[in-house]
């Protein structure tokens, strides 16, 4: 969780016109990470009132999807 906090503060710093859910996207891209620990860093880092509690759902299935995409050298 430590490694998705301190990315996506970097990630934040560095692209300032995108939101938050944007830079959580780019920073658990290919990086394997669990569901728990992206639920975990979803709650944290994005802002409740940005999304309704039934998105809240898909929102992270598509983190999960990104996160466990595999390469081009994997398949």
Same mark, same amino acid.
């Given at each position: 969780m430590l490694?998705?906090?301190s990315n996506f503060e970097k990630a934040q710093a560095r692209n300032p016109n995108l939101g938050a859910y944007s830079c959580l996207a780019k920073v658990v891209k290919h990086r394997k990470f669990s569901r728990k620990n992206l639920v975990k860093a979803f709650n944290e880092l =994005?802002?409740?009132?940005? #999304?309704?509690k039934e998105e809240r759902?898909?929102? =992270?299935?598509?983190?999960? #999807?990104l996160t466990n995409i595999a390469e081009e050298g994997e398949i």
């Open positions: 490694s998705i906090k =994005v802002p409740k009132d940005d #999304y309704a759902k898909e929102l =992270v299935n598509y983190l999960e #999807y």
